[in-house]
């Protein structure tokens, strides 16, 4: 996401532009999804097991329920282990090296930060609010103002229709508009996150058709992904892509930066001259670089958001039919802001279940295979995922650091130590005991909670913390690297804190931002 939108950026204020970039790509699957919806495919295709389940049943997952990717999103990962090494006792993460990198498969929630979030995190509101509003244009926003924008949606204007609910979300909504006072009194609001796809066509990409095929496919363009953005810069001026490149380190001179890279086919070393670097591999991703790049025994913090899952159901559609038109992306929110403050507010993102097929929900039931498989079909349309997310603060037990590993092709890995302290747990706990009794009062009962681990939630920052006192491993307000002048961080790295809404939009405005000032300077400063 970031370095798509910082190219975009120095390409429309009259820079040049090279990116270097793994790019992996899904070439096996996708042409063999069709363009049609759910339904028509399980009524239709004859060879549907193919991506549903995959040539090799690697979409038969028989483990942990966290990182389940669908056969056509499974190049996400590729790569990740051998080139991405990372240690950990109780951490699950996820990074990529495919082209897009993670925002080829993310749930596309766009979250507008409150000012006290954005302060908290060392940004200036200022600054970052007018670029949402940019980054919106960009990518094209569907979105309502409700009781849910103030706390993701706020400033807003060029938006789209919002998604259509199904049948039980929007039973759920309106349960809510029913007992709003009361739910409110209890310091929660419900209504829409906005969400980066399109409800009208917007220049080559259409509007979405409510296929529920989005954990599958790119059918129309209509979820943003951000090789898209790559995609219409290839064709201008000034802007050059090379793919199949491992970013390994950098190395300042006098006049420009050399960057270190390794071929992943041949293995053989390169190396690029510019005249500034602009790092947007992702937190962990630039955590590597830097290391490598500023050697030492140096330990660095590391904030993710905790974040639990509780599968519900929703007692009023049992026995309910499942329309043929809906979404497999979140579709309504729920906001806890425990103090009214507008900071440490939680996020609930509410989803009803059909395209990830049952069979991943079958296996978590205390039953025989035979019987769950029976129980689930019944309770389908009764099923709500509640996934909460919590923000995180900065701590001396939420730690990385490289470490040596021969194993490796670049002889280290990252190890992480991350513990969430005992008052943070409370608090989460309280929070999430708070949120789910609401949920009861509308009629939807949680079944159990399931705490994910560390790191599950795909979101990391904090690495690199903001500093105005050239500190060895801080970023300047303006994106650059404490002990450098031509090296600049455009993803979650400088963010002292991490709010419980997704950061995604955040990090494409923050890489505007660093692109504009880079932009600013003249060649010779």
Not at 104 to 129: F, K, N, R
Not at 363 to 381: H, I, N, S, T, W
Request: proline share 6%; aromatic share 8%.
């Amino acid at each position: 996401m970031t370095g798509a939108h910082a190219a975009q950026t120095l390409l429309e204020r009259g820079r040049r532009v090279l990116m270097l970039d793994v790019g992996v790509r899904e070439t096996h699957y996708a042409p063999l999804v069709p363009a049609s919806d759910f339904v028509t495919v399980r009524e239709r295709e004859a060879e549907q097991h193919r991506y549903f389940l995959g040539d090799r049943f690697e979409g038969i997952p028989w483990g942990p329920a966290a990182h389940t990717l669908t056969p056509p999103r499974q190049h996400l990962i590729e790569g990740t282990e051998r080139w991405l090494p990372l240690r950990a006792r109780a951490f699950s993460r996820m990074e990529s090296l495919c082209y897009g990198g993670l925002g080829a498969g993310w749930g596309a929630g766009c979250a507008v930060y409150t000012p006290p979030e954005l302060s908290a995190m060392g940004l200036d509101p200022a600054t970052i609010a007018p670029v949402y509003e940019i980054i919106g244009r960009r990518i094209g926003l569907a979105a309502e103002h409700d009781d849910a924008t103030p706390y993701c949606g706020a400033g807003l204007s060029t938006l789209q229709p919002p998604l259509r609910m199904d049948g039980s979300i929007a039973a759920l909504h309106a349960e809510y508009r029913r007992r709003r006072d009361e739910v409110r009194r209890a310091g929660i609001v419900m209504g829409k996150m906005p969400m980066a796809v399109l409800t009208r066509a917007m220049g080559e990409r259409g509007g979405t058709r409510y296929t529920d095929m989005e954990f599958w496919a790119d059918h129309d363009l209509a979820v943003y992904r951000p090789w898209m953005t790559v995609e219409s810069l290839k064709g201008r001026e000034g802007f050059e892509y090379r793919d199949g490149r491992f970013v390994l380190s950098f190395a300042e001179r006098a006049d420009h930066v050399e960057v270190h890279t390794r071929r992943v086919d041949d293995g053989a070393d390169e190396v690029f001259r510019a005249r500034r670097l602009l790092l947007g591999t992702g937190t962990l991703g630039t955590a590597r670089i830097v290391l490598r790049s500023q050697p030492g025994d140096d330990a660095l913090p590391l904030l993710t958001n905790p974040y639990c899952i509780a599968p519900a159901l929703h007692l009023r559609r049992l026995g309910a039919a499942m329309e043929r038109e809906r979404t497999s992306l979140g579709q309504l929110e729920m906001f806890l802001d425990p103090r009214a403050d507008g900071l440490d507010v939680r996020m609930v993102s509410l989803y009803t279940y059909r395209s990830l097929l049952l069979f991943k929900l079958a296996k978590e039931v205390p039953l025989g295979f035979a019987d769950a498989r029976v129980l689930m079909q019944c309770l389908l349309p009764a099923i709500v995922l509640v996934t909460i997310n919590h923000p995180d603060h900065a701590s001396p037990a939420k730690r990385l650091r490289r470490i040596p590993d021969p194993a490796s092709p670049t002889g280290d890995a990252l190890e992480v130590d991350y513990t969430l302290d005992a008052s943070e747990a409370r608090e989460n706990d309280a929070s999430e005991r708070r949120i789910l009794a609401v949920l009861r009062t509308l009629g939807c009962h949680a079944l159990k909670r399931q705490r994910m681990p560390s790191g599950s939630t795909v979101h990391y920052a904090g690495t690199l913390p903001f500093a105005d006192d050239e500190r060895r491993h801080t970023v300047g307000a303006d994106g650059r690297l404490a002990g450098t002048r031509r090296v600049f961080v455009a993803d979650g790295s400088p963010f002292r804190y991490l709010p419980g809404n997704g950061l995604t939009f955040t990090l494409m405005a923050w890489a505007h931002v660093v692109a504009e000032g880079l932009a600013r300077r003249s060649d010779g400063d």
